[in-house]
């Protein structure tokens, strides 16, 4: 079962790029698009769909290596801000295709003077990608319009949950305005496979692996990942990477 949702989901994910790409494709293609600047719009679209297939491949197959015990994680020390932007971006290139005027309602804020943190750029980029795509998913308004996302980074001293001593992290905070969630499934996001009744109940696309996989990254930098929801009242996930690498004291 847990196989099958997790094919389920990814080719959902994957068909919907596809379907765009062809439909616009093929209004150029049959000279349906006789105005210059809306042609010009259309193959904007294509190239921003290309984008987003892109990056949902290169997630599938981080998925795949993780759900095969497969991943390896390679930290570098590097400003951790910049790949938290670069990968805001790109998700917003892939989301802004099914949004009406191109709004994806994320707001980035990120704090200045931030140490360098030691991590690994394809990891944390997944991390970022998967918080955000579950915002979107599970944080949409009733009315259907866009889910309101708030992305934050920051440097914060504190201590850490299995530590004694008080440090500087590298926090990453995406928290979205949405049903929120129940204590109960709460405790479960993340376990693998694991999918929440309302995802089942309402075919809301997806693995099951993505929260144990942002778990393994985070761990395997030496952080952890918080999250703090309620019924009504939307969902927050907190990422913490110690500044400058290694483990917490």
């Known amino acids: 079962v847990s196989r099958q949702y997790f094919l389920v989901g990814i080719s959902h994910d994957l068909r919907t790029p596809l379907a765009s790409m062809r439909v616009l494709a093929e209004s150029v293609y049959l000279d349906h698009v006789q105005d210059p600047a809306k042609r010009r719009r259309f193959l904007g679209t294509i190239l921003s769909e290309c984008d987003r297939l892109s990056l949902l491949v290169e997630r599938v197959l981080f998925l795949v290596r993780f759900g095969q015990d497969?991943?390896?994680?390679?930290?570098?020390?590097?400003?951790?801000?910049?790949?938290?932007?670069?990968?805001?971006?790109?998700?917003?290139?892939?989301?802004?295709?099914?949004?009406?005027?191109?709004?994806?309602?994320?707001?980035?804020?990120?704090?200045?003077?931030?140490?360098?943190?030691?991590?690994?750029?394809?990891?944390?980029?997944?991390?970022?990608?998967?918080?955000?795509?579950?915002?979107?998913?599970?944080?949409?308004?009733?009315?259907?319009?866009?889910?309101?996302?708030?992305?934050?980074?920051?440097?914060?001293?504190?201590?850490?949950?299995?530590?004694?001593?008080?440090?500087?992290?590298?926090?990453?905070?995406?928290?979205?305005?949405?049903?929120?969630?129940?204590?109960?499934?709460?405790r479960r996001i993340f376990r693998r496979f694991y999918r929440s009744p309302v995802a089942r109940e309402t075919g809301v696309p997806g693995s099951g692996l993505g929260l144990s996989l942002c778990q393994y990254v985070v761990r395997s930098h030496g952080g952890w990942i918080d999250v703090g929801s309620a019924v009504g009242r939307g969902t927050a996930f907190s990422v913490y990477l110690p500044v400058g690498g290694g483990p917490a004291a």
Not at 140 to 150: L, N
Request: glycine share 10%.
């Open 70 to 186: 497969a991943v390896v994680i390679r930290p570098r020390l590097q400003d951790g801000a910049s790949v938290v932007r670069k990968a805001v971006a790109s998700f917003e290139n892939m989301a802004a295709a099914g949004m009406e005027g191109n709004r994806t309602g994320i707001q980035c804020t990120v704090q200045e003077g931030i140490p360098p943190v030691e991590v690994d750029e394809t990891a944390l980029t997944q991390v970022v990608t998967n918080l955000l795509d579950n915002a979107f998913k599970y944080g949409r308004p009733a009315d259907g319009s866009a889910p309101r996302v708030e992305v934050a980074v920051e440097r914060t001293v504190r201590r850490a949950p299995f530590g004694f001593r008080r440090r500087t992290w590298f926090r990453v905070l995406i928290a979205d305005h949405g049903p929120g969630m129940p204590s109960g499934v709460r």
